[in-house]
C-alpha cells in the first residue's frame, strides 16, 4: 500500500505538513495526492474511532448472517445494496459457509434489533433465514485494543 | 564486601579495572530518570514490542520445557537456521557445526572475539564515535584500544587514510560497526572495499559487529565479510536485538573460521555455559518469516528518520543523512554550546533527553545522538521542544 495511504490509516488527523517531511516530498503533493485519493474514491471518508463501551449510551450491535437466494443476474449484489440501504446497518459482507451476508446491524436495545430483523431483514424477498448474535462487549476494533494495557517500563536513556 | 571496606583498601579492585571509566551515559541516564515527563531521544533500543508470533512461540517453548541447558555452540537448530539466514542475508556461509556460537547478545560475542585474540599488551583498532563497550572491553582483556576518528565530512564512515594513520605493528584486529551507533552511518560498497584491503595488507583480524544491518535506507548493506579474502579473517557478529526488537532476549552469535569460533567458545563454555533456552527458542521462531517481521518496523523508521531529519533542517541544524540504524546524529556546533552543555540545556529547559555525542567518544564532540526507535507522536513533540529551546540560543 501507497505509504501516504497506511499513515492516514493510522492516523487521518496527520497533517499535511508532517506527512510531507516523513514521506520526503512537498506539502502541496501531499495535498495533491490526498484529493486525488479522494476524487478516485480509494479514500471513502474520515472517522474517530469511538469506543463506545466507554460512553454510557444505549446502544448494541448484533452480527447478523443472512442466507438469501442468489438472483440470475447480479447475484447477491442487488439483495445486499437493497440491505445496505437501511441506516441501521453499519456494514455488510458477502461470506463464505453456511450463509451467504454478515451484516453489522446497531440499534437502541435488543428489542429495536429484534425488531429490525424480523420485520425488515427478514420480510425481504429473497431472504431465506438469519442468525443474530449480540455483541457484549469489545475488545479489539479497527486493529486497536480498547482497554489501555500496562506499559512494560523500559528504560530512558540506554547506549 | 561493603563499598566501605573496598575503599579502605585501594588495592582491592584489579588495577586494570580500575583504570576503565564509568560509562557516560549512565551519568546522564540518571539526571533522566530523576525527572518527570521526559521525552527521550535517547534510547538505544527499539521502541516496538517484540513481534507477537516470537513472544508466543518462546511461551509455548518454555511450556514444552525448554528450560534445560542446550550445547555449549547453542541449538544446532537454531545454528542452522542462522547458516541459512546469514547466507541469504549477507552471501556469508558459515558451518552450522563448527563455525557459529550463539551469545547471549551481541556484547557477550563482541567481548568473546576481543579476548579469543588479545594478547597483554596487543593493539586493537576501532572507529569512533562508537557503542560504549568497545574501549573497555578490549582494556578488560588487557589490550591498548586505539581509536580511530572518523568525522561528518565523510559520514563517519571509517577511511583507509585515517586506518593507515593509526596502525602499528603491534595491531592485531580492527573491530568495526555499520550500520553505527550512534551516528546511523552506513557503508558503501567501496568503503567495505578499502577497508578489507587495508586489514588485509595488514595482516589483521576484522570484528565486525553488524547488529544494525537489517536497518539500512536507500543504501544496500555490504558486509565487510563477504568480500574475496575476508572470510578467514573476520568474526562477523550479528544478532536479534535491534532488526526484531528482542533487546532483552539477550540472543545473538559469532560467526567465525572454526579455529577462531574454538577460542570463543572456549572463554563461552566456561563463563556462560550457553544462552538462556528460551531466548534461543525465541531467536528460532524470529528466523521463521523474518523478512516479514523486519519490513513493517523499518517502513515505520523511515518514516520516522524522513521526519526528524526534515524537522532539524526546518530548524536549521545541520545533520548528515544517516543510512542506517535508527539514530540521527545532527551538529550543534552552530550553537557555539558543547555536547554536553547541549543535552543538559536541552534536558533541562524542555525536558528532552538525546545523548551528547561524546559519550561515544571525543569525536562526537559537537554533536548529539537521537534516536527515532521513538513513537511518531513523541518525535513530534520533541521536534517542537527543540524549536523553541534552539529560539532560545539565537
Redesign the interface.
Known amino acids: 500500500m501507497d505509504?501516504l495511504l497506511?499513515?492516514l490509516k493510522e492516523n487521518a488527523l496527520e497533517s499535511p505538513d508532517?506527512i510531507?517531511?516523513?514521506?520526503?516530498i512537498s506539502v502541496d503533493e501531499v495535498r495533491k495526492r490526498i484529493a486525488e485519493y479522494e476524487k478516485r474514491g480509494i479514500i471513502k471518508g474520515y472517522q474517530a474511532l469511538v469506543n463506545v463501551d466507554a460512553l454510557n449510551i444505549n446502544r448494541v450491535t448484533a452480527l447478523i448472517e443472512v442466507k438469501v437466494s442468489p438472483e440470475r443476474e447480479g447475484g447477491f449484489n442487488r439483495i445486499a445494496n437493497r440491505i445496505g440501504k437501511f441506516p441501521e446497518v453499519q456494514s455488510i459482507y458477502l461470506i463464505s459457509g453456511d450463509f451467504d451476508l454478515l451484516l453489522f446491524v446497531v440499534g437502541a436495545d435488543l428489542k429495536e434489533v429484534a425488531f429490525f430483523v424480523s420485520e425488515k431483514l427478514a420480510t425481504i424477498e429473497g431472504v431465506q433465514a438469519t442468525a443474530s448474535h449480540f455483541m457484549l462487549k469489545t475488545y479489539k476494533h479497527h486493529g486497536v485494543l480498547m482497554e489501555a494495557q500496562d506499559e512494560y517500563e523500559?528504560?530512558?536513556?540506554?547506549? | 564486601m561493603s563499598t566501605n571496606d573496598s575503599k579502605s583498601r585501594p588495592d582491592v579492585i584489579a588495577r586494570h579495572l580500575v583504570d576503565v571509566p564509568r560509562?557516560g551515559?549512565r551519568d546522564?541516564?540518571e539526571i533522566?530518570?530523576s525527572m518527570q515527563d521526559?521525552i527521550?531521544l535517547?534510547?538505544?533500543?527499539p521502541d516496538f514490542d517484540t513481534p507477537w508470533h516470537i513472544r508466543e512461540a518462546t511461551i509455548f517453548a518454555i511450556e514444552r520445557g525448554a528450560t534445560s541447558y542446550t550445547s555449549n555452540l547453542g541449538l544446532l537448530k537454531l545454528r542452522r537456521a542462522i547458516a541459512d539466514y546469514v547466507e541469504r542475508t549477507f552471501a556469508l556461509r558459515y558451518d552450522a557445526e563448527q563455525e557459529i556460537l550463539i551469545t547471549v547478545g551481541v556484547s557477550e560475542a563482541l567481548d568473546l572475539a576481543i579476548r579469543a585474540l588479545c594478547n597483554p599488551g596487543d593493539e586493537i583498532m576501532y572507529h569512533e564515535p562508537c557503542?560504549?563497550?568497545y574501549a573497555p572491553l578490549i582494556q578488560f582483556a588487557h589490550g591498548i584500544p586505539v581509536s580511530v576518528p572518523t568525522s561528518s565530512d565523510h559520514e563517519f564512515r571509517v577511511t583507509r587514510k585515517a586506518l593507515e594513520s593509526r596502525v602499528t605493528p603491534k595491531t592485531k584486529a580492527l573491530l568495526l560497526n555499520y550500520p553505527n551507533?550512534p551516528t546511523g552511518a552506513a557503508l558503501t560498497t567501496k568503503d567495505a572495499q578499502d577497508i578489507a584491503d587495508f586489514v588485509q595488507e595488514n595482516d589483521l583480524i576484522l570484528i565486525t559487529d553488524e547488529i544494525y544491518a537489517e536497518l539500512t535506507y536507500d543504501r544496500a548493506h555490504v558486509s565487510p565479510a563477504s568480500l574475496p579474502g575476508m572470510r578467514e579473517r573476520t568474526i562477523f557478529l550479528h544478532g536479534f536485538s535491534k532488526a526484531w526488537a528482542m533487546t532483552g532476549f539477550r540472543a545473538g552469535y559469532a560467526c567465525a573460521p572454526p579455529e577462531l569460533t574454538d577460542a570463543m567458545m572456549k572463554i563461552h563454555q566456561y563463563t556462560m555455559l550457553c544462552a538462556p533456552s528460551p531466548s534461543q527458542e525465541a531467536a528460532l521462531e524470529a528466523l521463521t518469516d523474518p523478512e516479514q517481521d523486519i519490513a513493517d518496523m523499518k517502513?515505520s523508521y523511515l518514516?520516522?528518520r524522513?521526519?526528524l531529519l526534515?524537522?532539524f533542517r526546518e530548524m536549521g541544524l545541520s545533520c548528515f543523512e544517516p543510512h542506517g540504524a535508527f539514530y540521527a546524529f545532527p551538529s550543534i556546533r552552530d550553537t557555539g554550546l558543547s555536547a554536553q552543555e547541549f543535552a543538559m540545556g536541552l534536558l533541562d529547559q524542555e525536558k528532552v533527553?538525546c545523548?551528547p555525542g561524546t559519550?561515544f567518544g571525543p569525536s562526537g564532540e559537537g554533536f548529539v545522538r537521537c534516536s527515532y526507535a521513538t513513537a511518531l507522536d513523541e518525535l513530534?513533540e520533541a521536534v517542537q521542544r527543540m524549536a523553541a529551546f534552539l529560539n532560545r540560543l539565537k
Not at chain 1, 510531507?20 to 520526503?24: G, H, I, P, W, Y
Not at chain 1, 523500559?154 to 547506549?159: E, I
Not at chain 2, 535517547?42 to 533500543?45: A, F
Open positions: 505509504e497506511s499513515i508532517n510531507a517531511k516523513m514521506l520526503n523500559r528504560l530512558k536513556v540506554t547506549p | 560509562s551515559i546522564f541516564f533522566v530518570n521526559v527521550s535517547g534510547i538505544g533500543e557503542y560504549v563497550s551507533n517502513a518514516k520516522r524522513n521526519f526534515n524537522s533527553a545523548v559519550a513530534k
